[in-house]
């Protein structure tokens, strides 16, 4: 069995490790030293380049390297036929949870407020925020979602919950379709997004959404930079409809240095790390794909190509 690393953005001496203590019988070659290419039965992919992958005629499976597969679907010359299969891993689920949860209650508990009274010297006390009066909106209820819709509940938040079609969640109450957002948004103190990146979905967090919802909520995106238009959230900061934003995904990345984000006092970004995959989290997972595709079995969390998730 080879399996070819492709990915400018994880170390491959990590995954080596994590999957050879697995599957101690595994050819594991990095891009571009991928040798004779019939000889790559899987490819273990974080944003292959358009065209790449249709080199390997005898591919059985792309594994992506991270929770979503838009980064996969840009190229729109893939090998046909071949399965794509994306991780769903518990610790990028904890870390990706963990941070809309920080978003929510460093926007709640006023913390930007008490950082802005330390550095002015000022002993400020202001009046504590009502939980249970601070809805929190969470845009898709996958399993990442659906994991901190459930850790919010628990912290007392009311978790209002949208997805494009029918779903429940225990303890969350849940929208769908177009109708279903504009219902849900207007009594969203904050709103999180976790949808996957699809046509549907690009922009979603634009103006028609943030007008949407009531004055002063505060938006956390950690899903992709797509999902927001970047001019229509800043006209909504400046306008004081938004109370601020916390973005860790944008259109192009590394962030150009020149975005208004950066300096933006009302919005907090960080490059890309709400959910880093961890090699030796993942490994087992990728290893028991492995050996499903190479038995001709049905692979763990295979995507629908026609949704693209």
């Known amino acids: 069995m080879t399996v070819l690393f492709i990915s400018k953005d994880d170390d491959p001496a990590d995954h080596r490790a994590a999957l050879g203590s697995e599957l101690p019988d595994l050819e594991f070659r990095v891009w571009p030293d991928a040798g004779d290419p019939a000889e790559v039965e899987f490819a273990l992919v974080w944003k292959?380049?358009?065209?790449?992958?249709?080199?390997?005629?005898?591919?059985?499976?792309?594994?992506?390297?991270?929770?979503?597969?838009?980064?996969?679907?840009l190229d729109t010359d893939l090998p046909p036929g071949v399965p794509i299969v994306r991780l769903v891993d518990r610790s990028l689920t904890a870390q990706m949870s963990e941070y809309a949860i920080l978003g929510v209650?460093?926007?709640?508990?006023?913390?930007?407020?008490?950082?802005?009274?330390?550095?002015?010297?000022?002993?400020?006390?202001?009046?504590?925020?009502?939980?249970?009066?601070?809805?929190?909106?969470?845009?898709?209820l996958g399993v990442i979602g659906g994991d901190a819709a459930r850790k919010l509940t628990a912290l007392g938040f009311p978790v209002r919950g949208?997805?494009?079609?029918?779903?429940?969640?225990?303890?969350v109450e849940c929208f769908h379709g177009p109708e279903g957002l504009?219902?849900?948004?207007?009594?969203?103190?904050?709103?999180?997004?976790?949808?996957?990146?699809?046509?549907?979905?690009?922009?979603?967090?634009?103006?028609?959404?943030?007008?949407?919802?009531?004055?002063?909520?505060?938006?956390?995106?950690?899903?992709?930079?797509?999902?927001?238009?970047?001019?229509?959230?800043?006209?909504?900061?400046?306008?004081?409809?938004?109370?601020g934003a916390m973005l860790d995904v944008f259109h192009r990345e590394p962030l150009a240095v020149d975005h208004p984000f950066w300096s933006h006092p009302?919005?907090?970004?960080?490059?890309?790390?709400?959910?880093?995959?961890?090699?030796?989290?993942?490994?087992?997972?990728?290893?028991?794909?492995?050996?499903?595709?190479?038995?001709g079995q049905p692979l763990i969390n295979q995507v629908d190509p026609a949704q693209e998730y």
């Not at 008490?114 to 845009?139: C, H, N």
């Open 48 to 73: 292959p380049e358009r065209g790449l992958l249709r080199q390997f005629p005898n591919l059985k499976a792309i594994i992506s390297l991270g929770a979503g597969v838009d980064h996969i679907f």
């Open 182 to 243: 504009t219902a849900m948004l207007g009594s969203c103190c904050f709103l999180a997004c976790f949808l996957p990146m699809t046509d549907d979905t690009a922009g979603i967090i634009g103006a028609a959404t943030l007008a949407a919802l009531p004055r002063g909520a505060y938006v956390i995106n950690l899903a992709r930079g797509g999902h927001v238009v970047d001019q229509d959230l800043l006209a909504a900061l400046d306008s004081g409809h938004i109370g």
């Open 266 to 295: 009302k919005v907090t970004i960080t490059p890309h790390i709400a959910g880093l995959t961890v090699a030796s989290s993942i490994a087992p997972q990728v290893a028991e794909n492995i050996r499903r595709a190479g038995a």
């Open 105 to 140: 209650l460093r926007h709640h508990r006023m913390l930007p407020l008490y950082e802005a009274s330390q550095r002015a010297g000022e002993w400020k006390k202001r009046p504590p925020p009502d939980t249970e009066r601070a809805p929190v909106g969470i845009l898709g």
């Open 162 to 171: 949208w997805t494009r079609t029918p779903r429940e969640v225990e303890g």
